[in-house]
């Protein structure tokens, strides 16, 4: 089975704090992603990387950034914190290829920033 | 990628299979139907997907009509523990990179 896990399921963080957000998947897989989701607004891509070193915007990039230095790793760091980044965070992985190839998520990391 | 529409919710007994549909009258021939769930405080959980055939795994069958216009996602010996929203996605082969999950539908499974 293909295994996304991320560092933390709750975070508390304070306003203007720099914010690491960790994701391993140990399936190899070369397509990992980072969400957030929010009651009404659904789910909503940050960003998202094909290789290593390698990252690409989602709709919603603003106040985040991204690492991913080694394939099986996918950090999201939100620069600032602010309040309107508390959500719940999700990160996902791939395999390549396109529409016929699951995203298989990680539990999540609900973030609340103070 | 076309938009689906599912119910809202529905209800099913324990050990009874559940059958939950979708409709996605605007597919096109390259797109394929994902069937993920969600259940509560947790990430969403991949449960099968398909193009044109039924295809069936250890989760679920999925059912695609001829004219792939709605599908039925089935699982057969509803527990408790799928008790879930469960979430109807198509997805074009060129789709791009994101997931886009609608409202999905709220399946209460009841002892």
């Not at chain 1, 390698?54 to 760091?77: A, N």
Request: hydrophobic residues 30%; contains cysteine; aromatic residues 10%.
């Amino acid at each position: 089975d293909v295994k996304v896990t991320q560092s933390s399921r709750y975070l508390v963080k304070r306003t203007g704090e720099k914010v690491f957000l960790e994701c391993v998947q140990d399936m190899d897989h070369e397509n990992m992603f980072w969400y957030r989701q929010d009651p009404g607004l659904g789910l909503r891509l940050i960003y998202f990387s094909y290789d290593v070193k390698m990252k690409e915007k989602g709709d919603i990039p603003e106040g985040y950034s991204v690492s991913r230095e080694k394939k099986e790793r996918f950090s999201l760091i939100l620069e600032s914190a602010s309040t309107n980044q508390t959500s719940m965070y999700l990160c996902a992985s791939s395999s390549p290829g396109q529409g016929d190839q699951p995203q298989h998520f990680g539990d999540g990391t609900r973030l609340s920033i103070l | 990628d076309a938009k689906t529409t599912q119910p809202p919710s529905m209800d099913c007994a324990e050990g009874r299979a559940a059958n939950l549909p979708c409709n996605h009258s605007t597919i096109s021939g390259n797109e394929y139907v994902y069937w993920y769930r969600q259940i509560h405080s947790q990430g969403p959980q991949y449960i099968i997907h398909g193009l044109k055939n039924n295809e069936t795994n250890e989760m679920a069958s999925l059912i695609i009509t001829e004219d792939r216009k709605s599908s039925t996602l089935i699982l057969p010996h509803a527990t408790l523990r799928d008790t879930a929203v469960y979430y109807c996605i198509v997805r074009g082969y060129n789709a791009g990179n994101m997931l886009t999950f609608g409202g999905g539908t709220r399946l209460m499974v009841k002892p």
